[in-house]
């Protein structure tokens, strides 16, 4: 049975179209570096009902957003937190093989987005959401 209030049923009686979900994404995540609740975060998330997919876009959003507002440590305290959870370390990964191809487009509105992902990816590494071989593939070189 579905709960009573609305914030419980958002996607089961929302439009469910890709705009409607990009948008609950973008607002989420938003909302997520104002609280900096992990736990609001997730239950978002489970709100929404995204496929492997979808969670794969979610985190590699989450990641992008954190690095536009500065904010990159947040955006892997909710990754870290949530993995298990929502996502597994394989859609992580490939979250961050996503962004790693969307940095050539970012550059143009994050100048040092290319800085700012190899951070990202290193420091990613050292929390254990990626395995240190990831840093290998991704062409990054370890000083």
């Known amino acids: 049975a579905l709960r009573q209030t609305p914030e419980y049923s958002?996607?089961?009686?929302?439009?469910?179209?890709?705009?409607?979900?990009?948008?609950?994404?973008?607002?989420?995540?938003?909302?997520?570096?104002?609280?900096?609740?992990?736990?609001?975060?997730?239950?978002?998330?489970?709100?929404?009902?995204?496929?492997?997919?979808?969670?794969?876009?979610?985190?590699?959003?989450?990641?992008?957003?954190?690095?536009?507002?500065?904010?990159?440590?947040?955006?892997?305290?909710?990754?870290?937190?949530?993995l298990g959870y929502f996502w597994t370390p394989e859609e992580v990964r490939e979250a961050f093989d996503q962004l790693q191809d969307l940095v050539p487009e970012l550059v143009l509105d994050l100048p040092r987005c290319q800085l700012h992902a190899q951070n990202l990816v290193e420091t990613a590494c050292q929390r254990g959401l990626l395995e240190d071989s990831y840093l290998q593939s991704a062409g990054i070189s370890v000083v």
């Open 10 to 82: 958002r996607r089961v009686w929302g439009s469910g179209d890709a705009r409607h979900i990009q948008t609950e994404v973008q607002e989420a995540i938003l909302e997520y570096f104002d609280s900096g609740s992990a736990e609001e975060l997730g239950r978002i998330v489970e709100e929404l009902h995204l496929s492997g997919a979808e969670l794969v876009r979610f985190v590699r959003k989450l990641l992008v957003l954190g690095m536009e507002c500065g904010e990159p440590d947040r955006a892997l305290d909710a990754v870290s937190e949530l």
